[in-house]
């Protein structure tokens, strides 16, 4: 399989799974060069990841910036534009405030929708759209199967930005990630 930016594969990443700065962190480096897939969201999401980081994690107004700018500039094509009268035209997702993120799934192209709220992404509406719905731990899971090497590679280098080792890394994504956490000890036993 060759990984490049150009990588057809994308992904929208829900807030939910954009908030927790180590499985952000992952997700997003498995979206660099070489690319395993393209990252997706739009400005309702970032300005929901925004709001529960200040709101749950208390992080500052710099914190979140901060985050923002890092995540847009590197990622610069992953913003979709998503308008509010095609939002409202999804009504098979029950919960308004998950309607955008469809939408931007649609819109962009996505292949899957990340998020750690399945349950809000009823499997008949998004099934019409030719949409996965996958929780982060599913979704690395299947990443981890596409090219094991690679996800180690890119785990050691979060280790490394960070000055700690891979198993540092793995025990801040076990909570969100176990089933993932756990292949990767199985594969390197």
């Given at each position: 399989m060759i990984f490049t930016q150009e990588n057809e594969y994308s992904a929208v990443f829900d807030a939910?799974?954009?908030?927790?700065?180590?499985?952000?962190?992952?997700?997003?480096?498995?979206?660099?060069?070489?690319?395993?897939?393209?990252?997706?969201w739009s400005q309702h999401i970032i300005t929901e990841m925004a709001r529960v980081m200040e709101t749950k994690l208390h992080r500052s107004a710099e914190e979140i910036s901060h985050r923002q700018t890092q995540m847009n500039g590197a990622f610069p094509e992953a913003m979709v534009c998503v308008p509010e009268?095609?939002?409202?035209?999804?009504?098979?997702?029950?919960?308004?405030?998950?309607?955008?993120?469809?939408?931007?799934?649609?819109?962009?192209?996505?292949?899957?929708?990340?998020?750690?709220?399945?349950?809000?992404?009823?499997?008949?509406?998004?099934?019409?759209?030719?949409?996965?719905c996958q929780n982060a731990d599913d979704f690395l899971i299947h990443q981890f199967t596409l090219c094991q090497q690679l996800v180690l590679d890119k785990l050691?280098?979060?280790?490394?930005?960070?000055?700690?080792?891979r198993d540092f890394v793995m025990h801040s994504l076990r909570k969100v990630a176990p089933g993932f956490i756990q292949r990767i000890e199985e594969y390197v036993l």
């Open positions: 939910c799974v954009l908030v927790p700065a180590s499985l952000c962190d992952t997700l997003l480096r498995l979206a660099e060069e070489p690319a395993m897939y393209r990252p997706l009268a095609f939002t409202r035209g999804l009504e098979c997702i029950p919960d308004a405030e998950d309607r955008p993120v469809l939408a931007a799934a649609i819109l962009g192209h996505a292949n899957v929708i990340v998020t750690q709220n399945t349950r809000h992404f009823p499997k008949v509406c998004i099934d019409a759209y030719g949409i996965l050691d280098d979060q280790a490394a930005a960070i000055a700690k080792d």
